[in-house]
C-alpha cells in the first residue's frame, strides 16, 4: 500500500478514533511510528486498557516476551502474563509471516500481535508500544488499527563505545529498551581500547581489574574544559566512576560476567542481539600494560596523539592468550557474530620486531598487512570451529579477506571498500563515519544528510546489492563521559537509522520522516531521553549589511526555549529570552541557545553581524577560467598553516572542489586562488562544506570559517560585492574525508552550484 493511501485511509478514520466528529482531525492527531510500518489502515474507534489485563500466548515459546509486554505495559496496567491464549492482548505465532515480520490488530475487544517468530512478536510490541501515549499518569488507550509490517533489512544496529569512558549497567540497559523501542535489533558493544578493558576475563584478572581504572587522560581533560566554557554538566565525569587509592584519582569501571550475562538477557528478551567487539591486533594498549609480554618491546603510553603498538604477533604465546580471552567471551555471548575490530594498526614495531619478522618469512608473508590477514585468518579459523562468525573493520580490505568474514564499512574516504567487499563474497554492514559516526557532533545538514544517503547503491549489481546486510550508528566515548551526553548525541539521529534500516530505500523521504521526527522528540521528552534540539534555522553565521538588519533564528522544535547573550558568554538558563527578531544598526555577536523547559540543553550559533559598504572590484588584466590550486601532501593542524615552500601539485579547476589528481592520500592540504566574477551589486551568500576544514577569504576577508578537524560541516556566510573582479582565496585540509564545496544561497535558501562562469585567474599567473 503506498503512503498517499496510507494518510488518506488514516485521515479519514481518525476522526472516528476522536468521537467521529465532522471536522478532519490533523496529523498531528496521529500516533507517530518510528520506522512507518509497510501497511497502516485505521479503523472506527479505540480500546483502553483494562486496569487488571491479561496477556494470553499461543505458545510457550512466548513466554519471554509475555514478560517483556507486561513489563513495559506497568505504566498503564497490571499485566499478567497467562498459560493460555486467550487475553486482553493476545501473542501468537504465525510460521507464513517473514520471521521478523508481523500483524497488530488493535479493536474494541483487544489486542493481537501474530509474529513470523517471537522476534516477529517483540516487532509488534514495539509498536504497540509507539500506539500508547507516553509520559507518567498517561492513559492506556490505543487507537483501533490494522498494521502488517516486516523490515528490509535484518542488521539495524547501535555501537556504543564503552572503553574510552564507562556507562553501567543500568545504563546499557535503558538504551536497549530505546532500542527495542524502534526495532533495532543489533547491539555492538565495543569492550575494549587503549583507555580501558571493560569486560572481566578470569583467566587474566588484571585485564579488568587493573585494564579498567586509569589515571585521567587528553579526553578527560578536553570534557572538563568543554563543562567549564560551555557550561554543561553533560561533560563532567560523573562521580560514580571515580575512585582514589592514595592520592591518586582514577577513573573506569568494569562488567562483571554476571553483568554481562543480565545485559545479554535482558537484551534477547527484546529481541536484541549483543555482538562483542574485542580490538585485536591494534587498540589493545590497556591489555598489554598489565600483561607487557604480548608485545614486541617495551610498552608505551597512550598519549592521545597516536595509535598504540600492537600485539606481537610473533609470539605463539600471543596466540594463546587471545584464544583463551575469546573462549570467555564466546560462553557469555551466544549470538553467532563477534567483532575484532582490526583497524588502524600502527605496524612500525612488527616492521623491527625479530619475531614478527621470522613470522613473517616463515609463513611467507609480504609486509605488515599480510601478517595482519594472516593473524585474522587464522582467529577467524578458531571462531569458527568454536559456531561464530568474524566481522572487522574494512581495513581487513588491505590484506586477503575470506570471503566468510563480515566487513563494517566506516571510511567514506575508502568507498571503493563496498564493492571489494560485496565483490569478494563478503557481507558488508554500512556505517560511514559522516553519515553515521554520531560522535561526530552535528551541523544544521546533519539530519538531512543521514536521512537521504544511499544506502544500496545502484550501481552494485543486484548480487552485491544482496551483500548490504543493513546499517547501524555508532557513538565513540572520546569525549562522551555522560550518559546524558550519549543519548544526545544518538537521539534523534538514531531515529533515522531505525527508519533506513527498517524501510525499503524507496519507501524513505526526508519529508515524511522529518516532521515525524520532531513529533517523536515528544515521546522522548516524556521518557525522559536527553537529546539534541536540532538545529536551529534561518540564520547565516557571518551576515553584512549596509543600514540595518534583523535577526531570523527560528527553531523547528516546537517547545524549545531560545535564549541569547551579546556580550560575548555562552547563553545560560538565566540569559534573555529570544521571542523574535532583534534589529542591529551596528557590528554585533548574536549567540542564540536553544533550551528545553527542564533547562537541558546542549549546542548554541554565533552569528556575527558587521556594517560595510560594497567593495570595490579589482582592476585586473587578461584572465583564464577557473582558479589556480595547489596541493600539499601533509597534515596540518589549521587552513592558515596549509602550505610550503614546493606545492606537491597544481592544477586549474573550474569549481571548488578536491582535484582528482590530489587524491589518495589521508593527509592534504589545498588552496584555492583567483577571482570571483560578481555580475552585479548585491550581497552575496555563500555556503562552504567540507570535511575537513576550510576558510574563505573575498577581498581579504574571512567570508566563511570552517576551520577545525570534523566531519562534513555546511557553513554560511555573506559579501557584499560590487559588480565585477573580487580576489577569493579558499583554504582546506583534509584528514579523513576528503570533500570541499562552494556554493551560492539564493534569498528562498536553495544551495546554487558555483561553476566556471564564477572563476577566474590571472593569464600572467598560468602555466
Same mark, same amino acid.
Given at each position: 500500500?503506498?503512503?498517499?493511501?496510507?494518510?488518506?485511509?488514516?485521515?479519514?478514520?481518525?476522526?472516528?478514533?476522536?468521537?467521529?466528529?465532522?471536522? /478532519?482531525?490533523?496529523?498531528?492527531?496521529?500516533?507517530?511510528?518510528?520506522?512507518?510500518?509497510?501497511?497502516?489502515?485505521? /479503523?472506527?474507534?479505540?480500546?483502553?486498557?483494562?486496569?487488571?489485563?491479561?496477556?494470553?500466548?499461543?505458545?510457550?515459546?512466548?513466554?519471554?516476551?509475555?514478560?517483556?509486554?507486561?513489563?513495559?505495559?506497568?505504566?498503564?496496567?497490571?499485566?499478567?502474563?497467562?498459560?493460555?491464549?486467550?487475553?486482553?492482548?493476545?501473542? !501468537?505465532?504465525?510460521?507464513?509471516?517473514?520471521?521478523?515480520?508481523?500483524?497488530?490488530?488493535?479493536?474494541?475487544?483487544?489486542?493481537?500481535?501474530?509474529? @513470523?517468530?517471537?522476534?516477529?512478536?517483540?516487532?509488534?510490541?514495539? /509498536?504497540?508500544?509507539?500506539?500508547?501515549?507516553?509520559?507518567?499518569?498517561?492513559?492506556?488507550?490505543?487507537?483501533?488499527?490494522?498494521?502488517? *509490517?516486516?523490515?528490509?533489512?535484518?542488521?539495524?544496529?547501535?555501537?556504543?563505545?564503552?572503553?574510552?569512558?564507562?556507562? *553501567?549497567?543500568?545504563?546499557?540497559?535503558?538504551?536497549?529498551?530505546?532500542?527495542?523501542?524502534?526495532?533495532?535489533?543489533?547491539?555492538?558493544?565495543?569492550?575494549?581500547?587503549?583507555?580501558?578493558?571493560?569486560?572481566?576475563?578470569?583467566?587474566?584478572?588484571?585485564?579488568?581489574?587493573?585494564?579498567?581504572?586509569?589515571?585521567?587522560? =587528553?579526553?578527560?581533560?578536553?570534557?572538563?574544559?568543554?563543562?567549564?566554557?560551555?557550561?554543561? &554538566?553533560?561533560?563532567?565525569?560523573?562521580? =560514580?566512576?571515580?575512585?582514589?587509592?592514595?592520592?591518586?584519582?582514577?577513573?573506569?569501571?568494569?562488567?562483571?560476567?554476571?553483568?554481562?550475562?543480565?545485559?545479554?538477557?535482558?537484551?534477547?528478551?527484546?529481541?536484541?542481539?549483543?555482538?562483542?567487539?574485542?580490538?585485536?591486533?591494534?587498540?589493545?594498549?590497556?591489555?598489554?600494560?598489565?600483561?607487557?609480554?604480548?608485545?614486541?618491546?617495551?610498552?608505551?603510553?597512550?598519549?592521545?596523539?597516536?595509535?598504540?603498538?600492537?600485539?606481537?604477533?610473533?609470539? *605463539?604465546?600471543?596466540? #594463546?592468550?587471545?584464544?583463551?580471552?575469546?573462549?570467555?567471551?564466546?560462553?557469555?555471548?551466544?549470538?553467532?557474530?563477534?567483532?575484532?575490530?582490526? *583497524?588502524?594498526?600502527?605496524?612500525?614495531?612488527?616492521?623491527?620486531?625479530?619475531?614478527?619478522?621470522?613470522?613473517?618469512?616463515?609463513?611467507?608473508?609480504?609486509?605488515?598487512?599480510?601478517?595482519?590477514?594472516?593473524?585474522?585468518?587464522?582467529?577467524?579459523?578458531?571462531?569458527?570451529?568454536?559456531?561464530?562468525?568474524?566481522?572487522?573493520?574494512?581495513?581487513?580490505?588491505?590484506?586477503? #579477506? &575470506?570471503?566468510?568474514?563480515?566487513?563494517?564499512?566506516?571510511?567514506?574516504? #575508502?568507498?571503493?571498500?563496498?564493492?571489494?567487499?560485496?565483490?569478494?563474497?563478503?557481507?558488508?554492514?554500512?556505517?560511514?563515519?559522516?553519515?553515521?559516526?554520531?560522535?561526530?557532533?552535528?551541523?544544521? @545538514?546533519?539530519?538531512?544528510?543521514?536521512?537521504?544517503?544511499?544506502?544500496?547503491?545502484?550501481?552494485?549489481?543486484?548480487?552485491?546489492?544482496? $551483500?548490504?546486510?543493513?546499517?547501524?550508528?555508532?557513538?565513540?566515548?572520546? =569525549?562522551?563521559?555522560?550518559?546524558?551526553?550519549?543519548?544526545?548525541?544518538?537521539?534523534?539521529?538514531?531515529?533515522?537509522?531505525?527508519?533506513?534500516?527498517?524501510?525499503?530505500?524507496?519507501?524513505?523521504?526526508?519529508?515524511?520522516?522529518?516532521?515525524?521526527?520532531?513529533?517523536?522528540?515528544?515521546?522522548?521528552?516524556?521518557?525522559?531521553?536527553?537529546? $539534541?534540539?536540532?538545529?536551529?534555522?534561518?540564520?547565516?553565521?557571518? !551576515?553584512?549589511?549596509?543600514?540595518?538588519?534583523?535577526?531570523?533564528?527560528?527553531?523547528?522544535?516546537?517547545?524549545?526555549?531560545?535564549?541569547?547573550?551579546?556580550?560575548?558568554?555562552?547563553?545560560?538558563?538565566?540569559?534573555?529570552?529570544?521571542?523574535?527578531?532583534? /534589529?542591529?544598526?551596528?557590528?554585533?555577536?548574536?549567540?542564540? $541557545?536553544?533550551?528545553?523547559?527542564?533547562?537541558?540543553?546542549? &549546542?548554541?550559533?554565533?552569528?556575527?553581524?558587521?556594517?560595510?559598504?560594497?567593495?570595490?572590484?579589482?582592476?585586473?588584466?587578461?584572465?583564464?577560467?577557473?582558479?589556480?590550486?595547489?596541493?600539499?601532501?601533509?597534515?596540518?593542524?589549521? !587552513?592558515?598553516?596549509?602550505?610550503?615552500?614546493?606545492?606537491?601539485?597544481?592544477?586549474?579547476?573550474?569549481?571548488?572542489?578536491?582535484?582528482?589528481?590530489?587524491?589518495?592520500?589521508?593527509?592534504?592540504?589545498?588552496?584555492?586562488?583567483?577571482?570571483?566574477?560578481?555580475?552585479?551589486?548585491?550581497? %552575496?551568500?555563500?555556503?562552504?562544506?567540507?570535511?575537513?576544514?576550510?576558510?574563505?577569504?573575498?577581498?581579504?576577508?574571512?567570508?566563511?570559517?570552517?576551520?577545525?578537524?570534523?566531519?562534513?560541516?555546511? =557553513?554560511?556566510?555573506?559579501?557584499?560585492?560590487?559588480?565585477?573582479?573580487?580576489?577569493?582565496?579558499?583554504? %582546506?585540509? &583534509?584528514?579523513? @574525508?576528503?570533500?570541499?564545496?562552494?556554493?551560492?544561497?539564493?534569498?528562498?535558501?536553495?544551495?546554487?552550484?558555483?561553476?566556471?562562469?564564477?572563476?577566474?585567474?590571472?593569464?600572467?599567473?598560468?602555466?
Amino acid at each position: 500500500m503506498n503512503r498517499r493511501l496510507i494518510h488518506i485511509l488514516a485521515v479519514a478514520a481518525v476522526s472516528a478514533v476522536f468521537g467521529g466528529c465532522a471536522t /478532519t482531525p490533523s496529523e498531528e492527531s496521529l500516533p507517530v511510528l518510528i520506522p512507518q510500518p509497510q501497511e497502516v489502515n485505521w /479503523t472506527r474507534g479505540s480500546y483502553r486498557l483494562p486496569a487488571e489485563l491479561r496477556i494470553g500466548l499461543s505458545d510457550p515459546q512466548l513466554a519471554p516476551q509475555g514478560d517483556y509486554l507486561s513489563t513495559a505495559l506497568a505504566p498503564y496496567a497490571a499485566a499478567v502474563v497467562s498459560d493460555t491464549p486467550q487475553g486482553d492482548i493476545e501473542l !501468537c505465532l504465525d510460521p507464513t509471516l517473514a520471521s521478523e515480520g508481523y500483524r497488530l490488530s488493535a479493536a474494541k475487544s483487544g489486542v493481537r500481535i501474530e509474529g @513470523g517468530s517471537p522476534r516477529g512478536v517483540v516487532n509488534g510490541i514495539a /509498536t504497540l508500544r509507539q500506539l500508547l501515549p507516553a509520559g507518567e499518569g498517561a492513559e492506556g488507550v490505543i487507537p483501533c488499527v490494522e498494521v502488517s *509490517d516486516e523490515p528490509a533489512f535484518g542488521w539495524r544496529g547501535v555501537m556504543l563505545d564503552v572503553s574510552r569512558h564507562f556507562f *553501567d549497567k543500568e545504563e546499557i540497559c535503558s538504551m536497549l529498551d530505546q532500542m527495542a523501542r524502534l526495532k533495532l535489533n543489533k547491539f555492538h558493544w565495543h569492550l575494549t581500547d587503549d583507555q580501558g578493558w571493560r569486560i572481566e576475563i578470569k583467566s587474566y584478572p588484571d585485564l579488568a581489574g587493573k585494564g579498567g581504572w586509569r589515571h585521567y587522560n =587528553k579526553h578527560d581533560t578536553i570534557c572538563l574544559g568543554r563543562a567549564a566554557r560551555e557550561r554543561n &554538566d553533560d561533560f563532567l565525569l560523573p562521580e =560514580k566512576y571515580l575512585r582514589v587509592e592514595g592520592t591518586d584519582t582514577l577513573y573506569g569501571g568494569y562488567y562483571t560476567q554476571d553483568e554481562i550475562r543480565e545485559v545479554v538477557a535482558y537484551a534477547t528478551e527484546r529481541g536484541i542481539d549483543v555482538i562483542p567487539e574485542i580490538d585485536m591486533p591494534g587498540h589493545f594498549l590497556q591489555a598489554i600494560e598489565y600483561y607487557p609480554e604480548t608485545t614486541c618491546f617495551k610498552p608505551e603510553t597512550w598519549s592521545g596523539e597516536a595509535f598504540s603498538s600492537p600485539l606481537c604477533l610473533g609470539k *605463539d604465546e600471543v596466540l #594463546v592468550f587471545c584464544e583463551n580471552i575469546w573462549k570467555e567471551v564466546f560462553e557469555l555471548f551466544p549470538y553467532e557474530y563477534v567483532h575484532i575490530g582490526g *583497524d588502524e594498526v600502527n605496524m612500525k614495531n612488527w616492521n623491527k620486531c625479530p619475531r614478527c619478522q621470522a613470522r613473517m618469512r616463515q609463513e611467507g608473508l609480504a609486509d605488515g598487512h599480510a601478517l595482519q590477514a594472516w593473524f585474522t585468518h587464522r582467529m577467524q579459523r578458531f571462531f569458527e570451529a568454536n559456531d561464530r562468525r568474524m566481522i572487522g573493520w574494512d581495513e581487513l580490505l588491505q590484506g586477503e #579477506v &575470506d570471503s566468510a568474514a563480515t566487513i563494517m564499512w566506516w571510511r567514506p574516504w #575508502v568507498p571503493e571498500s563496498v564493492s571489494q567487499a560485496t565483490r569478494l563474497g563478503c557481507d558488508v554492514i554500512l556505517c560511514p563515519q559522516t553519515w553515521f559516526y554520531f560522535s561526530l557532533e552535528e551541523d544544521a @545538514g546533519s539530519l538531512k544528510r543521514t536521512c537521504n544517503y544511499e544506502l544500496v547503491p545502484d550501481s552494485l549489481p543486484a548480487a552485491q546489492q544482496d $551483500r548490504i546486510l543493513g546499517v547501524q550508528g555508532n557513538v565513540w566515548a572520546e =569525549k562522551v563521559p555522560s550518559w546524558s551526553r550519549v543519548e544526545y548525541l544518538f537521539y534523534p539521529r538514531l531515529l533515522i537509522v531505525a527508519e533506513k534500516g527498517w524501510c525499503a530505500p524507496a519507501q524513505v523521504s526526508e519529508r515524511d520522516l522529518m516532521p515525524r521526527l520532531l513529533r517523536y522528540c515528544e515521546r522522548l521528552d516524556a521518557e525522559g531521553v536527553n537529546y $539534541r534540539i536540532p538545529s536551529l534555522e534561518n540564520f547565516h553565521e557571518f !551576515c553584512v549589511f549596509t543600514d540595518s538588519i534583523r535577526s531570523t533564528v527560528t527553531c523547528p522544535l516546537p517547545g524549545a526555549i531560545l535564549r541569547y547573550t551579546l556580550d560575548g558568554s555562552v547563553p545560560t538558563v538565566s540569559s534573555p529570552l529570544y521571542t523574535g527578531p532583534i /534589529t542591529f544598526h551596528d557590528d554585533a555577536l548574536l549567540q542564540v $541557545r536553544a533550551f528545553h523547559p527542564d533547562g537541558r540543553t546542549g &549546542d548554541w550559533v554565533k552569528i556575527r553581524y558587521e556594517k560595510c559598504d560594497f567593495a570595490a572590484p579589482t582592476e585586473v588584466g587578461a584572465t583564464k577560467p577557473g582558479l589556480q590550486t595547489e596541493w600539499f601532501f601533509k597534515r596540518f593542524p589549521k !587552513c592558515d598553516a596549509v602550505g610550503g615552500a614546493r606545492a606537491d601539485g597544481q592544477c586549474v579547476v573550474d569549481s571548488v572542489q578536491f582535484p582528482k589528481v590530489a587524491q589518495g592520500r589521508r593527509a592534504t592540504g589545498i588552496i584555492f586562488r583567483g577571482y570571483i566574477n560578481v555580475p552585479e551589486d548585491r550581497i %552575496y551568500t555563500f555556503e562552504l562544506a567540507s570535511n575537513d576544514g576550510s576558510l574563505l577569504r573575498i577581498d581579504g576577508r574571512v567570508v566563511i570559517d570552517n576551520d577545525g578537524e570534523h566531519t562534513l560541516v555546511e =557553513k554560511t556566510g555573506q559579501a557584499a560585492l560590487s559588480a565585477g573582479l573580487h580576489p577569493l582565496e579558499l583554504r %582546506y585540509f &583534509d584528514y579523513n @574525508g576528503g570533500r570541499v564545496t562552494l556554493a551560492l544561497v539564493d534569498d528562498e535558501g536553495r544551495r546554487i552550484p558555483m561553476g566556471d562562469e564564477w572563476f577566474c585567474h590571472a593569464a600572467e599567473d598560468a602555466e
